[in-house]
C-alpha cells in the first residue's frame, strides 16, 4: 500500500514538473516575440527618424520624478498609478532609465 502511495506521489509530481515545463516555454516562446517586436518597432521609428519620448508617455508624476533624479518617487508613483508591485515597478523604472541612456 505504501508502495503504491509513493508511485501516485511520484506521477503527481513528474505530472505538475512537465506542466511547469510546458509554461515555462511558452512564455519564452512569447518572451522572444515581444523582443523581436521591440526591434521592428525601434527599427521602424530609427528609419522614419521618429523620437520616441518615453517620458511623455509615462503616468502622471512619474516623469517629473524621473527628470528630477528621485527615482524611489518615481517607482512610488507608478506603483500608485499602475497597481504594481514593487519588483514590477522597479523593472520598469529601470527599463526606462535605461531606455533614456541609450537614446541619448
Sequence with gaps: ????????????????LCLIYVRVK???SRFT???????????????TGIRFDFLTSLPDG???????????QAIKRYRRVTGAGLGEAKEFIDFIQSRERDSA
Excluded: C, H, P, Y
Design 33 to 47: 516575440g515581444i523582443l523581436r517586436l521591440n526591434a521592428k518597432i525601434d527599427a521602424l521609428l530609427t528609419s
Design 1 to 16: 500500500m505504501i508502495g503504491l502511495e509513493w508511485s501516485i506521489a511520484n506521477i503527481v509530481i513528474v505530472l505538475v
Design 26 to 28: 511558452q512564455l519564452e
Design 62 to 72: 512619474v516623469a517629473q520624478a524621473l527628470e528630477s533624479g528621485e527615482k524611489i
